[in-house]
């Protein structure tokens, strides 16, 4: 069950912990453990982020408005049941707004008639604008009771988790608990079990032969609906997945060798996937490795690269529409906005000349401005190497180093030397790239610097990695 083994991360990651990444900004702050999150453009509301916040467990859980532009923040629905099960909170866990229909998936709470239910609100009944006071539970305009549903057919446990508007205008909601996806008919009024989502063969001795597969998120495009798992204990690494789901209920893994995935989301600009993963490991003594969730895109070729690293417990992800990511991290109550820019990754090795070349840039990150240029430190002097890239990280002994960067074809900047300060700097004219090299608004490439180093056994090494999102 999702509730029971998150539980223990509540405490362990802490207030204070802090992702860095790409470059990670702290959008908005405050937030009362923020575990889902969708985008609204022009709607009666305004324009902006609708954020579903668990709550403490003193039943708080709210539905809040980020206004875009201005970032006033004002709580739409307030006093929603919030409790503490097992140490973590569960309230509202989703919320998506149709029609002026505001649907709010409700985990696990102690009131049998909200426990793991869909509420909707109807705000054109009961109308809701930036200035005025939040609504409560006395204004929900219908109750779709999935936990008492799924009892009903024989499942013992039920978390509505996420909610969506998919085919045939049916609500689709996905029950961590019962490992599900369930249907609502909005004709009939009536829930079905759409699709039970597979565990998965527990290849250790921890835990039950089965591992849950704890459905987390769902995604609707227009023609597919796609799913993404946490699966269960012993939450082993490489496990989840993201399914779609076509019309004949036939189920097919669209990308599988994924962590603990809490929510995921496709980049408007370029379709790509990107994903949030809770954390990098368990362990069944200590809980999951804190501050080890990320962001991570997938290239065109499949390639993992993480865009943002060292998260607090990543939720849910999600893209504005010129392609800017956002997520929100249930252990430190921050929604977090990717942005354009460098950072420094894998790492590097002695040299001769002291404890290892580091990787820089000068000038934009600007597809337009062009003026990008790629700096290397710490060399040894006068000694030959060259720049070069590819579209994902790796990590790969060569020579007297690692070499960083990986993809299915590397590109190179020319031979140089390093000059009498040991540093080697190299303007990028992205319009003399090869047209597979090339840089576009959005792409994410990695950068790094071989050298040779007649000083160490070797006879040669490398920088650590820069990885650069670009912009337009």
């Given amino acids: 069950?999702?509730?029971?083994?998150?539980?223990?991360?509540?405490?362990?990651?802490?207030?204070?912990?802090?992702?860095?990444?790409?470059?990670?900004?702290?959008?908005?702050?405050?937030?009362?453990?923020?575990?889902?999150?969708?985008?609204?453009?022009?709607?009666?509301?305004g324009s902006g982020f609708i954020v579903s916040e668990a709550g403490t467990g003193a039943n708080d859980g709210r539905v809040t408005f980020l206004e875009d532009g201005t970032f006033n923040r004002q709580t739409v629905v307030a006093a929603l049941p919030s409790i503490i099960s097992e140490g973590f909170?569960?309230?509202?866990?989703?919320?998506?707004?149709?029609?002026?229909?505001?649907?709010?998936?409700?985990?696990?709470?102690?009131?049998?008639?909200?426990?793991?239910?869909?509420?909707?609100?109807?705000?054109?009944?009961?109308?809701?604008?930036?200035?005025?006071?939040?609504?409560?539970?006395?204004?929900?305009?219908?109750?779709?009771?999935?936990?008492a549903y799924m009892a009903s057919q024989g499942y013992a446990d039920s978390n509505v988790f996420s909610v969506v508007l998919g085919r045939k205008n049916n609500l689709f909601i996905a029950d961590a608990g019962a490992n599900a996806v369930v249907r609502y008919d909005f004709k009939t009024?009536?829930?079905?079990?759409?699709?039970?989502?597979?565990?998965?063969?527990?290849?250790t001795s921890v835990g039950p032969p089965i591992i849950d597969a704890v459905p987390t998120r769902l995604r609707w495009d227009g023609k597919t609906l796609r799913v993404s798992t946490l699966t269960g204990f012993p939450f082993l690494p490489g496990l989840a997945k993201i399914y779609a789901i076509d019309a004949g209920k036939q189920l097919s893994i669209e990308?599988?060798?994924?962590?603990?995935?809490?929510?995921?989301?496709?980049?408007?600009?370029?379709?790509r996937l990107v994903v949030t993963e809770l954390a990098s490991s368990f362990d069944p003594v200590t809980g999951f490795a804190p501050d080890s969730g990320s962001v991570v895109?997938?290239?065109?070729?499949?390639?993992?690269?993480?865009?943002s690293v060292g998260a607090a417990l990543p939720t849910v992800v999600m893209h504005k529409p010129d392609g800017t990511p956002f997520y929100a991290s249930l252990g430190d109550g921050v929604m977090y906005r990717i942005?354009?820019?460098?950072?420094?990754?894998?790492?590097?090795?002695?040299?001769?000349v002291g404890t290892g070349a580091i990787m820089s840039h000068s000038g934009s990150v600007s597809v337009q401005a062009n003026d990008l240029a790629l700096r290397c430190d710490y060399l040894p002097v006068d000694e030959f190497g060259l720049f070069f890239y590819g579209s994902a990280p790796t990590m790969v002994p060569l020579g007297g180093g690692y070499r960083c960067v990986g993809g299915p074809k590397l590109f190179r900047l020319g031979i140089m030397k390093s000059n009498q300060a040991g540093v080697a700097f190299c303007p990028v004219d992205n319009t003399a790239l090869a047209k597979q090299g090339s840089f576009i608004p959005g792409s994410v490439w990695q950068f790094q610097y071989w050298y040779r180093d007649k000083g160490i056994g070797a006879g040669s090494s490398l920088s650590d990695g820069l990885q650069v999102m670009f912009t337009d």
């Fill in 1 to 45: 069950m999702l509730t029971r083994f998150l539980a223990p991360l509540a405490f362990l990651i802490g207030l204070g912990a802090v992702a860095s990444a790409q470059v990670t900004v702290n959008h908005h702050s405050g937030f009362l453990s923020p575990t889902g999150m969708h985008g609204v453009q022009g709607s009666s509301m």
């Fill in 339 to 352: 942005d354009p820019g460098a950072m420094n990754f894998c790492i590097t090795s002695r040299n001769s």
């Fill in 189 to 203: 009024a009536s829930l079905s079990v759409y699709l039970d989502i597979p565990g998965e063969p527990n290849p």
């Fill in 255 to 271: 990308k599988d060798g994924l962590t603990l995935v809490t929510g995921f989301d496709y980049d408007p600009t370029n379709g």
């Fill in 89 to 147: 909170a569960s309230g509202p866990h989703d919320a998506t707004l149709s029609n002026n229909n505001l649907y709010v998936a409700l985990g696990k709470t102690l009131d049998p008639a909200l426990n793991s239910t869909v509420v909707r609100f109807d705000l054109n009944a009961t109308p809701w604008s930036l200035g005025m006071p939040p609504l409560t539970a006395a204004d929900i305009a219908e109750i779709i009771p999935v936990g």
């Fill in 297 to 307: 895109e997938f290239a065109r070729s499949g390639e993992r690269v993480p865009i």
